[in-house]
């Protein structure tokens, strides 16, 4: 995994996610799933694409429980796109990554 | 002949797709596969691979599409991320569009984009994600101690349940007939499981719930009998349709869409081909696939090689 796509955990989510001056895209995923584990080159290719723009955050929802279940999600990979703290999009399944970059492009 | 950006073009980067680009790699055609996702297909969604030989402890969806991606790397297949949206199949050289301001120019075309989980068209869309699901090995977790409904009565609908069975409190199987199409080693499986429970003869006619999946509404086909299932989930394997949307009304295709191919994988029009679940198949397995992509390769190389001389 890219080193600079940030593994966090529960209790960094408000310091690193609500409280991030530029928008995030949290990748909600976990080790026995397929199809999380298929796009996340795609999500190490976006990193780089908006390095700096756009900040990119894991959460592995088998040990972190908390914040997958404030947000409802019961299927992964789920992508959760937050601006100034709020959700704005969220997407769940397999996504072309052309549709990701439009997401990213309408939040930037 | 007039010069083309490629001797082939590869449409889908599933078993089918990875299969043609090993072959078409190894026979050194200048050749590219689109793939709109992430490779690897419908098998990295699937818990267990038990059918495919060469594993005989059987091996994971994802591991075996992972393997098959990195032999076609290692041979030097390009594989880029592309979403094709249109072919033009009306002269020797192929276009195929790439949304509205890319295209490529190819001599042949194989297209083994695959197929994708039917859905109910009963209004579960709005549970999407939200207990309507289609992958158990991505969702079942969220499902532990809890009840969930499963709809189909095939090898995906009966191996998924019993996955399922893991995690779960409770599974209903809901199947229209009064008998299971899957595979017997399966079937022995899933009636020796007491926590999975038939619903014979039936079919969902909806579900409802405030936030998520609360209730699951079934009828018995035969005696016209509605009953409602408490349940948090509903995981829908009826079946797959054919990632066709970007082909267009040249190739001929079955009622369902799927493309018609003959015994070498040749479609109604010279130098395209398809393979795999998109095409119409007796039998949709990766063992299949990975044959007819062996063989559309072979019929690829005899096409450019006559086209050229």
């Keep these: 995994m890219s080193e600079n796509i940030i593994e966090i955990e529960d209790d960094a989510f408000e310091q690193e996610v609500l409280k991030s001056t530029i928008p995030v895209l949290v990748d909600f995923w976990a080790p026995w799933c397929g199809p999380c584990r298929a796009i996340a080159p795609t999500i190490e290719e976006l990193q780089k694409t908006y390095d700096g723009k756009m900040k990119f955050v894991k959460v592995n929802v088998d040990e972190n429980p908390i914040s997958p279940s404030k947000y409802g999600i019961q299927a992964i990979p789920t992508l959760i796109f937050f601006k100034d703290g709020e959700v704005s999009e969220q997407i769940t399944g397999m996504v072309a990554k052309a549709k990701l970059e439009d997401t990213i492009n309408t939040l930037l | ?309």
């Design chain 2, 1 to 309: 002949m007039p010069q083309s950006d490629y001797d082939l073009v590869i449409i889908g980067g599933g078993p089918a797709g990875l299969t043609a680009g090993i072959y078409a790699a190894r026979a050194r055609l200048n050749v590219v596969l689109y793939e709109k996702a992430a490779p690897g297909g419908q098998v990295i969604i699937s818990d267990w691979i038990e059918n495919y030989p060469g594993f005989p402890d059987g091996i994971s969806g994802y591991d075996l599409g992972e393997k098959m991606l990195n032999h076609a790397k290692n041979l030097g297949l390009t594989i880029e991320t592309e979403d094709v949206t249109g072919l033009d199949l009306t002269g020797d050289i192929k276009v195929i569009h790439l949304g509205p301001e890319k295209s490529v120019t190819t001599k042949a075309i194989i297209i083994a984009s695959g197929a994708s989980p039917k859905t109910l068209n009963v209004g579960e869309d709005k549970f999407r994600g939200k207990g309507v699901s289609f992958c158990a090995t991505c969702d079942g977790p969220f499902f532990r101690d809890k009840t969930v409904v499963a709809v189909g009565g095939g090898d995906t609908a009966v191996q998924e349940s019993l996955f399922l069975t893991r995690f779960v409190k409770k599974l209903y199987l809901v199947h229209r007939r009064d008998e299971l199409r899957a595979t017997k080693i399966l079937q022995e499986r899933a009636f020796k499981n007491d926590k999975i429970e038939f619903v014979w003869d039936s079919v969902v006619t909806g579900m409802d719930g405030l936030f998520a999946v609360e209730n699951v509404n079934v009828k018995n086909v035969k005696t016209e009998e509605e009953s409602s299932i408490k349940a948090n989930g509903c995981f829908i394997w009826i079946g797959i349709t054919p990632n066709t949307d970007f082909v267009g009304d040249d190739l001929n295709r079955d009622e369902w869409g799927f493309i018609f191919t003959n015994d070498r994988m040749e479609t109604s029009i010279p130098g395209v081909f398809a393979a795999g679940d998109v095409r119409t198949t007796p039998l949709k397995q990766i063992a299949t696939a990975v044959g007819d992509a062996a063989i559309a390769v072979m019929g690829v190389e005899h096409y450019i090689e006559n086209i050229n001389s």
